[in-house]
């Protein structure tokens, strides 16, 4: 696999660019459209129009931490051949796994062509700013149409913030302080964020153990102490520019994902959290912690909607043009990416956060069969616009994902071994062949009202 022939470049360069430029095989054949049918539910006489992908990042090496990792265990944590927080060589053959399972479904339903290059503006990608973002999308397109050398688009100034992905941060559509702090309470009533160690004291007992949090730097002289006994508090940047979980949940949470995260990149047993995870239903009870934090801090409508707008508003755009056949923008076109003329894919790779802010915008709740992590890497949601026999639209939206087996496994991922999908239900939508399909109309709406509209009068 040519991802594996750029280890050394990767282990020298810290970049994966030197790894994305070898063409691969090209695609057989199209399966027919009931292939595709059987897959994403809907019936092979339906047209898909268009598509617009927000993908999570592939697999990373863990990011730097709050506290450090080395503090929380007496045990080192395995190394990894990156620097912090890149994709891996690994993580880029399991997003180009993805696309090029995208790529055979997209086939399937005639929306890329059969044994040949999609015309330009097809397909398109925007990232975001850090390397694997950029590096993911990339995979993703070129396992999507292998041979063609589609590369990921990205805004130029690698050193600030893309207002796209990240407009909190960006300072274009700051936090109020008090009412995302209010909004966190709100939802945690009556106890509030001090009730948390309360309602996970089972998923903090058991990342205890696992980590021998006992005996960590983090308890220094106190030996024996227990992660359950370190409050959990929330951190709201007083400049409005983001919020984060300290403490208890806050640790439990980050340990959760790198684990996940050894895991898919394939460590040996042993080094997956120093083999202490003993099932499925372990695995479940410590990414209780994590899913908890990504739903608190980013799925919680008001915090949602500040960072989600322009995402949200930029995936509206890109539906409103497919549906209306035109490649002219409509009124009030977000700044960032211009979509071309004709497309058809548009694949945008950001974050978990950015996943779980669209799902809080529009109220789309999810769990995944074989899968703890409600938002892994390479998990995307996929907004479907469809076409029925009589020409009316709808739209639909998809989770879809790679389960831990296949992972683990570096699974080929087709038609006939597909990544797992599920449909999720918009409220207020039951229409289509599956009742879980919004008309156009219905859709758009419920998009614009969702969006803020003066962190939209930011990104304009």
């Not at 149409?145 to 559509?173: I, K, N, W």
């Not at 949470?253 to 990149?265: G, M, R």
């Not at 907004?383 to 087996?405: K, T």
Request: charged content about 20%; aromatic content about 6%; glycine content about 8%.
């Amino acid at each position: 696999m040519r991802w594996r022939a750029c280890a050394a470049t990767l282990a020298v360069a810290g970049v994966l660019s030197a790894c994305t430029t070898a063409t691969p095989p090209a695609p057989g054949a199209a399966k027919p459209p009931e292939s595709a049918a059987r897959i994403d539910g809907m019936p092979a006489d339906w047209t898909l129009v268009s598509t617009v992908i927000v993908s999570r990042h592939g697999v990373r090496s863990p990011t730097h931490a709050h506290p450090p990792l080395d503090k929380l265990t007496p045990d080192a944590w395995p190394g990894w051949p990156v620097p912090a927080g890149y994709l891996t060589a690994r993580g880029g053959s399991l997003a180009e796994r993805m696309g090029r399972y995208y790529g055979d479904w997209l086939r399937a339903r005639r929306v890329l062509p059969d044994n040949a290059c999609p015309a330009p503006g097809t397909v398109y990608g925007w990232a975001d700013i850090d390397q694997r973002t950029r590096e993911t999308g990339n995979a993703l397109l070129q396992g999507m149409a292998p041979g063609c050398e589609m590369r990921t688009a990205h805004q130029a100034d690698l050193t600030t913030y893309d207002a796209v992905f990240s407009p909190m941060a960006a300072g274009d559509c700051p936090l109020d302080p008090g009412a995302a702090r209010g909004a966190i309470e709100a939802r945690l009533a009556p106890d509030g964020v001090s009730g948390l160690n309360k309602r996970y004291a089972a998923t903090l007992a058991r990342m205890s153990e696992v980590l021998d949090y006992g005996r960590s730097p983090a308890c220094g002289a106190q030996s024996g102490c227990k992660l359950e006994d370190e409050p959990t508090r929330l951190r709201v940047e007083g400049d409005g520019s983001g919020v984060t979980l300290r403490g208890a949940l806050g640790s439990a949470a980050t340990a959760a994902e790198v684990f996940l995260l050894q895991y898919a990149e394939g460590l040996p047993d042993n080094d997956v959290a120093w083999g202490r995870i003993r099932d499925e239903k372990d695995w479940a009870l410590l990414f209780e912690a994590r899913n908890a934090r990504r739903d608190l801090l980013n799925r919680t409508p008001y915090l949602a909607a500040t960072n989600g707008t322009p995402l949200l508003a930029v995936v509206l755009d890109a539906l409103t043009r497919a549906e209306q056949q035109t490649g002219a923008p409509p009124p009030a076109p977000v700044r960032g990416p211009v979509l071309p003329v004709g497309n058809r894919v548009y694949v945008l790779t950001g974050h978990d956060t950015n996943v779980a802010n669209l799902a809080g915008m529009l109220k789309l709740d999810w769990q995944l069969p074989d899968q703890p992590d409600n938002t892994p890497p390479d998990g995307a949601l996929v907004f479907s616009l469809w076409r029925s026999p009589a020409g009316e639209p709808f739209v639909r939206v998809e989770f879809v994902y790679q389960s831990m087996h296949q992972m683990r496994h570096l699974t080929t991922l087709s038609l006939d071994e597909p990544a797992r999908r599920v449909t999720l239900s918009v409220p207020e939508c039951t229409d289509g062949p599956d009742a879980k399909a919004c008309r156009w109309p219905a859709f758009a709406r419920r998009a614009r009202a969702a969006l803020l509209p003066a962190c939209l009068d930011g990104v304009r």
